[in-house]
């Protein structure tokens, strides 16, 4: 008897070439937009190198964000338990189940797609999710990925595919111009770090910018008696008017520059300091000693 072999996980799932990208899109009556940030990956080497990038693994439950016509999807499911594809174009969440169907008519059951804008949905049905891994629309990347991350502590790992600019944004340290809103407000649920750079060829249609892999690892949330909304609320004041000092800066969120200087010393963060200066465990701090009414 011969022996049977159990075919490579890569076997089992027929990717989307670039002709069957363009051809899907003629079938389904697609029109990629700007509106919705809409470029669809059309190299296999690059949703290949993502998955790897990714790390994920077969006891992985992947939720995939703006999934279009299912490059980086047919991707994902040799190699996860299951993909949760959340996508904000009725076009496209309707065509998706059916291009997995053909492409990879034994692995179908592993999706599940959600219709949806991302920054929104209130909850992703089925299994808790333990990673994120997409490619991300570039006009919302940042806030999909603060929503997420609050609505699913169970994700452990994310990795991204966004604008290059906006990947620096989200993984710069403090103290550097680049470092901000994004950069601290990540820093709250996860260590960032660049994972390579993508060209804009890759793409159909070609954006006018080129991408990078951002990498998420969830960490602690920092050990703080303030919650995260007042915490974040500190980052936007201080990073509204940055030039300004933190003194200056914080005047609104404490009431008067004279409260802001108090709370910011009862913190031990200098009050002429401006905000890319500080890490958001310091955040966290000055959030603690908001005067009180």
């Not at 502590?153 to 993984?171: G, H, K, N, W, Y």
């Not at 680049?178 to 770090?193: E, F, M, N, T």
């Not at 969120?253 to 913190?267: H, N, V």
């Amino acid at each position: 008897m011969g022996v049977t072999q159990t075919p490579a996980p890569d076997d089992r799932s027929r990717l989307l070439t670039p002709a069957d990208v363009r051809a899907l899109a003629d079938r389904f009556g697609i029109r990629p937009t700007k509106t919705l940030g809409q470029n669809f990956v059309i190299d296999h080497g690059t949703v290949r190198r993502i998955v790897r990038v990714a790390g994920v693994t077969a006891e992985d439950v992947v939720v995939e964000v703006g999934p279009g016509l299912g490059s980086l999807t047919l991707a994902l499911l040799p190699h996860v338990r299951r993909v949760t594809a959340i996508e904000i174009d009725p076009a496209l969440a309707a065509a998706l189940p059916d291009t997995v169907a053909e492409h990879a008519p034994d692995l179908a059951d592993r999706l599940t797609v959600v219709p949806g804008d991302a920054m929104r949905v209130p909850e992703v049905p089925g299994p808790a999710p333990t990673a994120l891994v997409a490619n991300l629309p570039y006009n919302v990347s940042v806030p999909v990925l603060l929503h997420l991350l609050e609505l699913l502590p169970s994700l452990r790992r994310v990795l991204v595919m966004v604008q290059s600019e906006v990947a620096d944004r989200i993984t710069a340290p403090p103290g550097g111009r680049i470092y901000g809103v994004p950069s601290a407000k990540i820093a709250w649920y996860a260590q960032a770090r660049r994972a390579g750079a993508v060209g804009r060829n890759v793409f159909w249609p070609a954006p006018n910018v080129d991408s990078g892999l951002v990498e998420l690892i969830r960490r602690p949330q920092p050990a703080t008696t303030a919650d995260r909304a007042d915490v974040f609320r500190v980052i936007d004041a201080a990073f509204a008017q940055r030039r300004k000092t933190l003194r200056a800066a914080l005047a609104g969120w404490a009431g008067s520059a004279p409260a802001a200087e108090t709370a910011l010393r009862a913190a031990g963060v200098d009050p002429t300091a401006r905000g890319e200066s500080l890490d958001v465990t310091a955040f966290a701090a000055i959030a603690e000693h908001r005067p009180r009414d």
